[in-house]
């Protein structure tokens, strides 16, 4: 062994070999590295000043001071190689893929609670035998007014509060149009069974009128069909949408499009008709509007009044939905909040 390998020349080195060892990242290690081997080190200094030796020294210190640099040189490799696999090995261990977590359930949607409601009256109305059809948003004053009994000078007209378009056209106020396409679709054959569900526009808001809002219209035409059939089909139609101990009842009314007309209530789905706030103590909620269908009407429809005769029934599928599921203000509806609507 020459002298370049006992402890204490070993120890000149001690400080740098630690440091390299010690070095916990790449950031570290280099720093040590850069301490033992980089231009301002200890040991570029020695090697610098060789020359300064006696010739017999220079050659002895020489060898020594560059086995250390390689032995330096080494030892940062190796502690590299160290550092790196410890950082595979952690990544590996934070990837690592643990089947007993929880899965992150993606956010399901669903349908609008308004949609759910036109959804089930189209189901109960088919179930019924209506067939189901549609008429368009956009009408004509004729079919929306003079058609149902609604001529320009009627009073009526003015109770709703129109959006009216250029060339005569509007918003149609109520889903009762469809009757008249209906009854023209139809052609004059018999029965005429048909439900429309779909917007309607008036200009209200407040917090149980919105300018835009949905109906359901009903109506039938055959021969000899009355009040009897009418009320028959409410209750049916009742019982399906608010449960099997609902009753309806009803009160004489106006309507120009039908003659007699009648507003129909059923049981306060909230307390069963023993009386509450929302129904006011009265143990029944206003629901709908209905009658037999005017003469003028099946007229303007094709029909001979002579001949048939029909019921017809209209009323606002949000009204319902806010019966069905407790709401309090119609506005909820439209205003697009999560935290409502993902309660249906
Ligand atoms: N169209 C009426 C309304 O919007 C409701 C109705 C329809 C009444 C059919 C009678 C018959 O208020």
Redesign the pocket.
């Known amino acids: 062994m020459e002298d370049s390998s006992t402890p204490e020349a070993r120890d000149e080195w001690a400080a740098e070999r630690e440091a390299i060892l010690a070095a916990g990242t790449p950031e570290e290690l280099e720093r040590a590295r850069t301490r033992a081997l980089g231009r301002q080190s200890r040991l570029t200094e020695a090697l610098r000043r060789l020359g300064e030796l006696p010739l017999a020294e220079r050659r002895e210190r020489g060898r020594v001071l560059n086995r250390v640099r390689a032995e330096l040189e080494a030892l940062v490799a190796e502690r590299a190689a160290v550092l790196k696999a410890q950082a595979t090995a952690r990544r590996l261990a934070a990837e690592r893929l643990d089947m007993t977590l929880p899965g992150r359930r993606p956010r399901i949607g669903h349908w609008h609670p308004v949609t759910q409601t036109r959804r089930r009256l189209e189901d109960v109305m088919l179930r019924l035998g209506f067939t189901l059809v549609s008429g368009p948003e956009i009408e004509t004053e004729w079919y929306n007014f003079d058609a149902l009994n609604m001529p320009a000078s009627h009073p009526a007209r003015e109770m709703h509060d129109t959006f009216f378009l250029p060339a005569g056209r509007l918003l149609r106020t109520?889903?009762?149009p469809v009757q008249i396409r209906a009854m023209q679709a139809a052609g004059g054959r018999l029965p005429v069974r048909v439900a429309a569900l779909g917007f309607t526009y008036r200009r209200d808001d407040d917090p149980t009128h919105l300018p835009q809002f949905m109906?359901m219209?009903g109506l039938v035409v055959d021969h000899g069909i009355g009040m009897a059939d009418l009320k028959g089909t409410l209750w049916a139609i009742a019982r399906e949408v608010f449960g099997p101990h609902a009753e309806i009842r009803l009160r004489p009314s106006f309507?120009p499009?039908?003659e007699p007309?009648a507003e129909v209530d059923v049981t306060c789905a909230v307390c069963g008709g023993a009386g509450c706030r929302v129904c006011k103590q009265t143990g029944w909620l206003e629901v709908l509007?209905?009658?037999l269908v005017h003469p003028h009407v099946l007229r303007a429809g094709g029909y001979d009044p002579e001949v048939v005769s029909g019921f017809?029934?209209?009323w606002g599928v949000e009204r319902v939905a806010m019966l069905l599921y407790g709401i309090d203000d119609l506005r909820l509806f439209y205003q697009n909040d999560w935290r409502f609507l993902s309660q249906f």
């Open positions: 109520h889903t009762s109906q219209e309507f499009f039908t007309s509007g209905a009658g017809a029934f209209g």
